[in-house]
């Protein structure tokens, strides 16, 4: 196993940094290894702002609800971005405004951020980093958008928090291989195939909060899901010009 393998095996979130603060060229390498991630049609439909104003990080933790959204050597923001592309197109006089309104548009900007994204975590986790990505920034995507200035034909993804761990966290055991990897055709539903997992991740639970936690990972994934959660979500996009066909 070589040892790009092993740092892949190795992850886990980290939510406790030292004060420690990003250097421009840290940040700057991050960046650039976000860049070399494969694109869309080389689209390139993300956006990336760094959070330094504590004003801003302090916002954003509100929203999120997660005290290390303002306690972290650096808060990047994704975003997926066609702003740009509208103004190319204006400037070039040719209008592709329709495009943004499709589906198509939606897939290509998420997926080209998320991609980006997952670059630059390798990349800080190679550097001894850590990093957590932060979803519940989601909680309130207007208040984001409103917050960071977002124009249309964006809409805000996740953050991502990098920083010089403070603990080395603890990591959580994915799904068996063979209920993830499927081969030639989709395979039947079985809950035998997650029964052991289920009984790991109890286990897992238990010992990391000294019993007050032994929940399966079933149970804590249809609890989650069968909630309504970030209702908003949908008109806010539309709002930024998405999602319009």
């Not at 070399?36 to 390139?44: E, F, I, K, P």
């Not at 592709?96 to 390798?122: K, P, R």
Request: hydrophobic content about 40%; proline content about 2%; glycine content about 6%.
């Amino acid at each position: 196993m070589n040892d790009i393998i092993k740092l892949l095996h190795h992850h886990r979130s980290i939510r406790q940094f030292k004060d420690e603060t990003l250097s421009q060229e840290t940040i700057a390498t991050l960046v650039r290894a976000a860049q070399s991630a494969s694109t869309s049609s080389y689209v390139q439909a993300y956006s990336i702002i760094g959070i330094t104003d504590p004003a801003i990080k302090r916002q954003l933790r509100d929203i999120s609800g997660q005290s290390y959204v303002e306690h972290n050597g650096h808060l990047f923001i994704f975003i997926a971005d066609f702003n740009r592309h509208q103004a190319l197109g204006e400037h070039l006089n040719q209008p592709i405004a329709d495009y943004f309104g499709t589906t198509e548009s939606l897939i290509v900007g998420t997926v080209d951020a998320a991609l980006a994204s997952q670059n630059m975590a390798i990349a800080a986790e190679s550097m001894g980093l850590g990093i957590c990505y932060i979803g519940s920034l989601r909680n309130d995507m207007q208040q984001v958008i409103d917050l960071l200035d977002l124009p249309e034909y964006t809409y805000p993804l996740f953050g991502m928090v990098v920083g010089v761990p403070e603990s080395e966290g603890s990591q959580k055991e994915r799904l068996p291989i063979d209920v993830v990897y499927h081969e030639n055709r989709y395979q039947a539903f079985d809950y035998g195939d997650y029964a052991e997992y289920d009984a790991a991740t109890s286990a897992y639970y238990k010992e990391r909060t000294n019993g007050a936690r032994n929940d399966q990972w079933s149970e804590q994934v249809v609890g989650m899901l069968s909630q309504k959660a970030r209702l908003d979500v949908d008109a806010v996009i539309k709002r930024q010009g998405f999602l319009q066909q």
